[in-house]
């Protein structure tokens, strides 16, 4: 069974303080690992999509990278605004496979 | 200018009920989905139509019915509604981009049930 497991399941970062949120997968043949973001009261909002090992995206502050158990969403010197909860979904390569996502980093930026 | 959206954004109601969640897309996609998420935050599949056709059809209690009458609305009825059905539900939408691949997906802001 596919699984996705996201850590930490909180974090609280200064203004400018750099931090990483991990996800880990387990997924029999990857399609994609995808990164959404999630503000209280709305959809999920898609940020990136990463294929293969070593793969990397950036926008902004945010830089996702891929290997061939984890991704990590790097944060450069945080802003309030990029508070919010961070998703990380796989997709496996079959089929009409869903995306399984995980639970999700909560992230909150102090100004 | 929206564009996935969902109808009502809340619903409150009691058990026994039977009611329906409507969605629209307007990004011309030809795939849409209805996924779930409960309290413990985890958005979990339930229903996917591709060109009015249903793809995906999760372990979901019967009571659940999705209808679409276009590619552009992905509807959602509910009967009989239970306690443990309160969650959020999000419509969303992507676009078949090969034979089994999609762009990224795009969600709704999600109706919010509460079933007392």
């Known amino acids: 069974e596919d699984q996705v497991t996201q850590s930490p399941e909180a974090l609280r970062l200064q203004e400018g303080e750099s931090s990483s949120l991990n996800c880990s997968y387990t997924?029999?043949?990857?399609?994609?690992l995808f990164w959404y973001r999630q503000d209280p009261g709305k959809g999920p909002e898609f940020l990136f999509t990463?294929?293969?090992a070593g793969e990397e995206k950036e926008k902004e502050r945010l830089k996702a990278t891929l290997t061939k158990k984890e991704s990590f969403l790097h944060i450069t010197a945080p802003k309030p605004e990029d508070s919010a909860t961070y998703l990380c979904?796989?997709?496996?390569?079959?089929?009409?496979?869903?995306?399984?996502f995980g639970k999700g980093t909560r992230l909150s930026v102090i100004a | 200018d929206t564009a996935v959206s969902q109808t009502p954004k809340y619903l409150v109601t009691q058990m026994g009920n039977d009611k329906s969640i409507k969605c629209e897309q307007n990004?011309?996609?030809?795939?849409m989905y209805w996924y779930k998420q409960d309290s413990k935050k985890f958005l979990k599949i339930m229903f996917s139509?591709?060109?009015?056709?249903?793809?995906i059809n999760e372990t979901v209690p019967n009571r659940f019915s999705p209808k679409s009458p276009d590619k552009a609305h992905l509807n959602l009825h509910i009967n009989s509604l239970e306690l443990g059905d309160s969650a959020v539900y999000f419509c969303?939408?992507?676009?078949?981009?090969?034979?089994?691949?999609?762009?990224?997906?795009?969600f709704g802001n999600g109706t919010r049930l509460t079933v007392t």
């Open positions: 990463l294929y293969s």
């Open positions: 997924v029999s043949g990857l399609r994609g």
């Open positions: 139509y591709n060109n009015k056709e249903l793809i």
């Open positions: 969303a939408s992507s676009q078949r981009t090969g034979l089994w691949g999609n762009s990224p997906l795009h």
């Open positions: 979904a796989v997709q496996r390569n079959s089929g009409n496979t869903p995306l399984v």
């Open positions: 990004l011309g996609h030809d795939t």
